[in-house]
């Protein structure tokens, strides 16, 4: 059993930056891959960055060159650290971990608006 536990979020003006952060119960070495996604009030569940245990990541086209996710081992935490915000970047962020199966957080609100 993993427990994910998600903070960070908030409101943000565009253009601010905020880091949301993904604590796991388990060391995070363990963990094969863990990723975050966000979902916008009416819209669809998307994908926006993956890190392997291996230090691998991959991004959304829409958020590459602006999110950047990584792994604190010593923390068990992965970060989500985003720059540059929009306001459709604006929803829920939840990080999701794959170890043995997939596990979910409860997600945590980014609100970006002037």
């Known amino acids: 059993q993993v427990q994910l536990v998600e903070s960070g979020g908030g409101l943000v003006q565009p253009g601010g930056s905020l880091r949301l952060s993904c604590e796991a119960s388990v060391s995070i070495s363990r963990v094969y891959r863990v990723a975050w996604y966000r979902q916008a009030l009416g819209k669809q569940h998307e994908w926006v960055a993956t890190v392997t245990n291996t230090g691998l990541t991959n991004y959304a086209d829409s958020v590459k060159g602006r999110f950047t996710i990584s792994i604190d081992n010593a923390e068990n935490t992965v970060y989500l650290q985003m720059n540059d915000l929009k306001p459709e970047d604006t929803a829920v962020y939840s990080c999701?971990?794959?170890?043995?199966?997939?596990?979910w957080g409860q997600g945590t609100q980014v609100t970006v608006s002037s």
């Open positions: 999701m971990a794959l170890f043995q199966r997939t596990y």
